[in-house]
């Protein structure tokens, strides 16, 4: 327990190191609620990265986060930070339906792009910035989709325990309590493309993407619920999704932005066929069966605790009537704070067991900007198929897509 607390207390109040000469200087676009958590905290431990300045719609509120959160530098708009040549990146933590927009402008002002998740409000969207000319010229602006959990150590620990051939059936559901979420707030705002697929599922989807390493080929059900109230019917704040993929496999979503006090981790339950396995001990007439079950806990916030759950179901049975003669379950747990304790091709990966996963994004951000190697990233093309996903799922619901901005 106690190394559990140092760990979190140290992953929100990392150590301040020593910036380089060469250090990449954000500007943030918006001061939001998630800018903390997305660069502010996981900047103070990289020597390579220094939150510069901030602008919002409000000048009052950029000087108060900027006071709060010590950013030398408050500007009076957008576009300001754009301009300002000392400005090497931003980071858009604006609402859903600005992110295109912004991405955009701040892309056409040879800015580097960390951009929240989901990219864009619609596939369409995500389409046109994801080709943007500028981005496939010599020294081109680095786009992210800020998916911080697909970077934790722990997701590619999971991952390593899977064959995506293999699975028949996954189960991932995410919620955060009522109380965080009101009436009022963007998540229920239409205009600004709320809706929990748009703010929760987005991370179930993406998840489901990368245990099946494919696109899915058909949304087979999506039900959604809506407050009803004729101002946030095109809002879901909860929504149940399934579907298809490729190997037949079968994917579940479940998300709710009005869950109930006692908040649970967000969870991935991974079923896979049953293979068989070889074993020369056995006669010629017997045969050894696995069917394997992976379950992670806490696939979104790994950082601040997780467990993975490998359960292995055995069969010795006869091959000519299948008849069981005997079975068993092996069972263990995992965890994976860093590469190191993930293993794999990740090992020689820096990390520390207080890293957040938005650490860890960050850190891989730097190197694709400083041309350095990346052994992960979240590329357009990933990105586009992931907005695709969120689509298929709005117009299964009935609900129809999130507006598209008029902006070009």
Known sequence: MASTVSRVFTAFGPPTIEKKSDAIKFGILGAAKIAPLALITPAKSHPEVIVQAVAARDRARAEEFAKKHGIPDVRGSYEEILDDPKIDAVLIPLPNSLHFEWAVRAIRAGKHVLLEKPSTSNANEAEILFNMPELSQPKAPVLLEAFHNRFHPAVHLFRSFIKPADVVHVHTDSMVPWVITAKENIEFNYNLSGGSMMMLGTYNFGLLRMIFNDEPEKCLACDTSIFGDGIHDKCDYAFKAKFRFPNGGIAEAMTSLRGSLLWKPSEARVTTREIVIPDSTLPSTQEKL???????????????????????????????????????????????????????????????????????????????????????????????????????????????????????
């Open 290 to 408: 696995l069917t394997r079950q992976v379950t992670l806990h806490g696939f979104i916030h790994a950082f601040i605790w997780h467990r993975i759950d490998v359960k292995d179901s055995y069969v010795i049975c006869n091959k000519a009537n299948r008849q069981p003669i005997k079975t068993w379950v092996e069972s263990k747990s995992h965890k994976a704070y860093t590469y190191k304790d993930a293993g794999g091709e990740f090992t020689s990966l820096p990390g520390e067991e207080w890293w957040m996963s938005y650490r860890y994004q960050l850190e891989e951000f730097v190197n694709r900007v400083k041309g350095r190697k990346t052994q992960y990233w979240v590329g357009g093309e990933d990105s586009f198929n992931q907005m695709k996903m969120i689509d298929m799922a709005y117009k299964k619901s009935g609900l129809g897509l999130r507006p598209t901005s008029s902006f070009r």
